[in-house]
C-alpha cells in the first residue's frame, strides 16, 4: 500500500512540474527552444520603432496600435519630459536593428490587453526570440512595472536580469544607475562609465503623416516634441524622415 501510495505521489510531482513548466516558458518540443503561447498570439508588421521599449505595429485588420513591451523599461529617448538617458539610444538602435520596419512580429499578451495610456501590453517575438527578453540580456533594460496579473515571464526576466548584472553589462555598468524606481542620471556624472549620448535630433509626424527631422539651432528644434531620435541624419534619413526647412 505504501509503495503504491508513494508512486502516485511522483505521477502527482511531475505532473504538477511539469504544468509548472508550461505556464512559465513553453518550449518546441523538437529543438527545446521557448516559444509563444499560441493560444495567445496576435500576428502584426511593424510600422516603425519608438523607443527601445515601444513599437508600432500595423494588425492584420489593417489597424495600427503602439505596443509597449511587457516588465520591462529602456532608457528614455523620446520623453518631452525628460533628457535623453545614458543607453537609451544603445536600446533605441537594438529594437530598430531586430524589429526593421515591415517585418513580422508575433505579439505574445498576458492578461491584460492595453496599460493605462491605450498601448498593447505584449512579449514581442520576431525570428524565434523575444525581444524583451534580448533587451535584458543585452543590458538595455531592467524588470519593471512588475503588476499582477501579469506576470507570466517575471521569474525567467529576473534570472536573465541578475545575468546581466554579474557581468556589469549596459546600464549595470555603473552602480546605483539602474534603480527600482528608474534610472538616476545623476550618478552617472563624473564616471568613465558614462556613455556619450548622440541621439539629439528628433524626429516628428506632422498631421499630414509626413517624417520630418529636426537639427539642433533649427527654427523649431525647441518646440518640437520628438517620437523618435536620432544620432544622425543619415540614420533619420534611412527611417524615413526628411530634414525641416530652416
Given at each position: 500500500?505504501?509503495?503504491?501510495?508513494?508512486?502516485?505521489?511522483?505521477?502527482?510531482?511531475?505532473?504538477?512540474?511539469?504544468?509548472?513548466?508550461?505556464?512559465?516558458?513553453?518550449?518546441?518540443?523538437?529543438?527545446?527552444?521557448?516559444?509563444?503561447?499560441?493560444?495567445?498570439?496576435?500576428?502584426?508588421?511593424?510600422?516603425?520603432?519608438?523607443?527601445?521599449?515601444?513599437?508600432?505595429?500595423?494588425?492584420?485588420?489593417?489597424?495600427?496600435?503602439?505596443?509597449?513591451?511587457?516588465?520591462?523599461?529602456?532608457?528614455?529617448?523620446?520623453?518631452?519630459?525628460?533628457?535623453?538617458?545614458?543607453?537609451?539610444?544603445?536600446a533605441s538602435r537594438f529594437t530598430k536593428e531586430a524589429?526593421?520596419?515591415?517585418?513580422e512580429v508575433l505579439l505574445e499578451r498576458d492578461e491584460s490587453k492595453?496599460?493605462?495610456?491605450?498601448?498593447?501590453?505584449?512579449?514581442?517575438?520576431?525570428?524565434?526570440?523575444?525581444?524583451?527578453?534580448?533587451?535584458?540580456?543585452?543590458?538595455?533594460?531592467?524588470?519593471?512595472?512588475?503588476?499582477?496579473?501579469?506576470?507570466?515571464?517575471?521569474?525567467?526576466?529576473?534570472?536573465?536580469?541578475?545575468?546581466?548584472?554579474?557581468?556589469?553589462?549596459?546600464?549595470?555598468?555603473?552602480?546605483?544607475?539602474?534603480?527600482?524606481?528608474?534610472?538616476?542620471?545623476?550618478?552617472?556624472?563624473?564616471?568613465?562609465?558614462?556613455?556619450?549620448?548622440?541621439?539629439?535630433?528628433?524626429?516628428?509626424?506632422?498631421?499630414?503623416?509626413?517624417?520630418?527631422?529636426?537639427?539642433?539651432?533649427?527654427?523649431?528644434?525647441?518646440?518640437?516634441?520628438?517620437?523618435?531620435?536620432?544620432?544622425?541624419?543619415?540614420?533619420?534619413?534611412?527611417?524615413?524622415?526628411?530634414?525641416?526647412?530652416?
Amino acid at each position: 500500500m505504501k509503495r503504491i501510495v508513494s508512486q502516485l505521489f511522483l505521477v502527482m510531482t511531475i505532473l504538477f512540474l511539469s504544468g509548472c513548466a508550461l505556464d512559465s516558458e513553453p518550449d518546441d518540443p523538437q529543438t527545446g527552444i521557448p516559444q509563444p503561447d499560441e493560444a495567445k498570439v496576435t500576428e502584426a508588421t511593424v510600422e516603425r520603432v519608438i523607443d527601445g521599449d515601444t513599437v508600432k505595429v500595423r494588425l492584420k485588420n489593417g489597424q495600427t496600435e503602439d505596443v509597449r513591451f511587457l516588465l520591462i523599461d529602456t532608457p528614455e529617448t523620446v520623453n518631452p519630459e525628460k533628457p535623453v538617458q545614458p543607453y537609451g539610444p544603445e536600446a533605441s538602435r537594438f529594437t530598430k536593428e531586430a524589429l526593421p520596419a515591415g517585418s513580422e512580429v508575433l505579439l505574445e499578451r498576458d492578461e491584460s490587453k492595453t496599460d493605462r495610456y491605450g498601448r498593447l501590453l505584449a512579449y514581442v517575438w520576431a525570428d524565434g526570440k523575444m525581444i524583451n527578453q534580448e533587451l535584458l540580456r543585452k543590458g538595455l533594460a531592467r524588470v519593471a512595472y512588475i503588476y499582477e496579473p501579469d506576470t507570466r515571464y517575471v521569474e525567467t526576466f529576473q534570472e536573465i536580469e541578475d545575468e546581466a548584472k554579474e557581468e556589469k553589462l549596459g546600464i549595470w555598468q555603473t552602480d546605483g544607475y539602474a534603480t527600482d524606481r528608474g534610472f538616476d542620471t545623476s550618478v552617472m556624472k563624473g564616471t568613465p562609465a558614462e556613455p556619450t549620448d548622440c541621439a539629439d535630433i528628433k524626429g516628428n509626424i506632422n498631421r499630414q503623416g509626413k517624417k520630418i527631422y529636426h537639427i539642433r539651432g533649427g527654427r523649431s528644434y525647441d518646440e518640437v516634441n520628438p517620437e523618435e531620435m536620432f544620432c544622425s541624419e543619415r540614420e533619420a534619413k534611412e527611417a524615413g524622415f526628411v530634414r525641416a526647412a530652416n
